[in-house]
């Protein structure tokens, strides 16, 4: 299948991708900027934080390489500025590997953190991890979900609440519209984590639990008794109110 092919298809080519790294770390940017365009990736860069929210306003990206440990404004502040974003998705990379800061950078909007030192294979599998959720390779069935005036529509890559659109990152989107895709039907912690994220992030409970808790607080009337993405036990999560079982009793009409 040629560029244009894939590109009909949604699927991002690295020529189409336009990526942001901050990072003022000379040494760092420049063998992550070598990584990235020997993979034919659209680079640009910014080395602080005023620079960055700069570039942003001006310009559009599908994923930002952002480091927190910035001069002039950290990269906590710029992923303040990004709230609200559908795109561009945001990998966090930090010297900061404590779990706190992964929660934090996470729970403020992040797609996924990368912790340093990192090598290219990794940095660039976790780029296209990001990529399939903010450019899904197929085109959508037409699946429209609803769940106590949430309503989930695939193809439109929408979700609104009581009729207003809800503005999602790509990775709270991925998440609900795998929910929506089973709507009533529980899915597993593990599906969830490999059909989001990938196969290698199987085991990374902590990046569920904490989207969840992000899509409640957008998505459910009282988060702490939620109706839309609800919790099914030990076993995973479900959109909405259980699929309605056939009465085995019941005579075939």
């Known amino acids: ?4 092919a894939r590109a009909a298809l ?5 020529e189409s991708v336009r990526v942001l790294v901050v990072e003022d770390d000379r ?7 070598s990584a990235l365009e020997q993979a034919r990736y659209a680079v640009e860069i910014a080395g602080d934080g005023i620079r960055a929210a700069e570039t942003l306003r001006s310009g559009t990206f599908d994923v930002v390489l952002l480091d927190i440990g910035l001069p ?3 990269g906590w502040h710029v992923l303040r500025t990004l709230e609200g974003r559908r795109v561009p998705a945001v990998i966090v990379i930090s010297a900061r590997g404590e779990e706190r800061d992964k929660v934090r950078a996470l729970d403020m909007g992040a797609d996924d953190y990368l912790a340093k030192p990192f090598g290219a294979d990794e940095l660039l599998a976790r ?3 990001v990529l399939r959720r903010v450019r899904p390779v197929d085109v959508e069935k037409a699946v429209v979900a609803r769940a106590a005036g949430v309503t989930v529509d695939l193809r439109a890559r929408t979700v609104l609440r009581e009729g207003v659109e809800v503005r999602l990152t790509p990775t709270e989107f991925a998440l609900i519209a795998e929910l929506a895709r089973d709507a009533g039907r529980v899915v597993d912690h593990r599906t969830l984590l490999q059909r989001v994220w990938g196969p290698e992030y199987a085991g990374e409970r902590n990046y569920l639990w904490t989207f ?3 899509l409640r607080g957008k998505l459910e009337a009282d988060p702490a008794a939620p109706h839309v993405v ?3 036990g030990r076993q995973g999560y479900r959109f909405g109110p259980p699929a309605t079982q056939p009465d085995p009793g ?3 009409g």
């Open 250 to 252: 019941a005579l075939p």
């Open 127 to 129: 780029l296209r991890a």
């Open 212 to 214: 969840i808790q992000r």
């Open 1 to 4: 299948m040629n560029s244009a």
């Open 72 to 74: 002039f404004a950290d």
């Open 27 to 33: 040494a760092l940017r420049h063998a992550v900027v």
């Open 230 to 232: 609800v919790t099914v």
């Open 10 to 14: 949604g699927e991002a080519t690295p």
